[in-house]
């Protein structure tokens, strides 16, 4: 094991991948000047020994999706990096209407395997066009994968995995992941996608949570336990395909659910987690789902606004604590 940070350790992810394959290559603005986002590709090129596979892009992100989506079909295997959630929308068609449908569309003779890196959430002071976390719209494409790590080694693994996929992989990392530091195997591995993490065992309360706020969740389920309140915390990993076994078996175990997301509250991906429970699990369940989410708003530059739409531990125990007192 290495400590590291997850910027290093998917630098690591990639720098392995395009030694193995060299028909993997990186794409995206500014990606040699800087880079590209939080300075993750610097170096890259080098490396790998062929700067050639990294390639600065102009400021299009229909250009750059569209492209490798071409690439892609035409048997490269494209890591895009679009450098905030919020340019998704720019490039749109080409990842809803074209990748996500080609290989479906064309009886499984094109593959589309690429990759679109898309940090996401609140930082400080970014705005409203630099925080939104929209995992939850991709849910709803069918192709598409969805992927959300949780730590520099769940980083790493994921996005190995998600360069090998045959299938376009939406890749969202929240920015404050960066600098996060953590454990990382020295060895090969492979993150299998539809597999949560039980990131800590409990009994009385099921939390169900991906991203950042899995570490947000292990924070308040230490509070909780200095309470006498024993939480499972469940790491989803990834959102298409998603567990829903391990979170079933769990909650048929503790009977009390939290699940928890920086995305808004209203139609998050939360929502779907709740009503498989209701469907699948109703009657194991002591109490209704506790959902938490950020408000229906624009993120605030002001930081006391923003402050208002971060979803921190301390919301994730006070929803733990209603859920025991129902």
Not at 64 to 81: F, H, K, Q, T
Not at 274 to 292: M, N, Q
Request: proline content about 6%; some cysteine.
């Amino acid at each position: 094991m290495s400590i590291k940070n997850y910027r290093d350790a998917t630098f690591d992810a990639m720098k392995e991948e395009m030694i193995r394959d060299g028909s993997v290559y990186a794409i995206a603005e500014d990606i040699n000047g800087n880079g590209g986002t939080h300075g993750r590709y610097s170096g890259l090129g080098e490396a790998i020994g062929d700067p050639g596979r990294v390639i600065d892009a102009p400021i299009s992100e229909a250009a750059i999706v569209g492209s490798a989506v071409g690439a892609a079909m035409s048997g490269l295997r494209p890591i895009v990096d679009l450098r905030f959630s919020n340019c998704i929308p720019c490039a749109m068609d080409e990842i809803v209407n074209q990748a996500a449908k080609s290989r479906y569309m064309f009886g499984g003779q094109a593959k589309v395997p690429m990759v679109i890196r898309a940090p996401d959430g609140i930082l400080k002071m970014q705005g409203a066009h630099h925080t939104d976390c929209l995992e939850a719209w991709f849910t709803h494409v069918p192709g598409l994968q969805v992927v959300v790590p949780s730590t520099p080694a769940e980083g790493k693994g994921l996005l190995k995995t998600a360069i090998r996929n045959d299938n376009p992989v939406l890749f969202f990392e929240h920015k404050k992941l960066m600098s996060m530091t953590g454990e990382v195997p020295d060895e090969e591995y492979l993150i299998p996608f539809g597999k949560a993490r039980i990131a800590r065992e409990g009994s009385d309360l099921t939390v169900v949570v991906y991203g950042i706020m899995a570490s947000r969740a292990l924070e308040a389920a230490e509070q909780l336990a200095q309470e006498g309140i024993s939480a499972e915390v469940i790491d989803l990993r990834t959102l298409s395909p998603w567990d829903k076994e391990t979170v079933l078996t769990s909650v048929r175990k503790t009977g009390r659910v939290v699940v928890a997301h920086e995305a808004v509250r209203q139609s998050g991906f939360g929502a779907e987690i709740s009503a498989t429970i209701a469907e699948e699990a109703f009657d194991a369940l002591k109490s209704p789902v506790v959902r938490i989410g950020a408000p229906f708003v624009p993120i605030p530059m002001a930081p006391n606004l923003e402050d208002l739409c971060r979803v921190l531990p301390e919301n994730i125990y006070e929803g733990a604590r209603a859920a025991m007192k129902r």
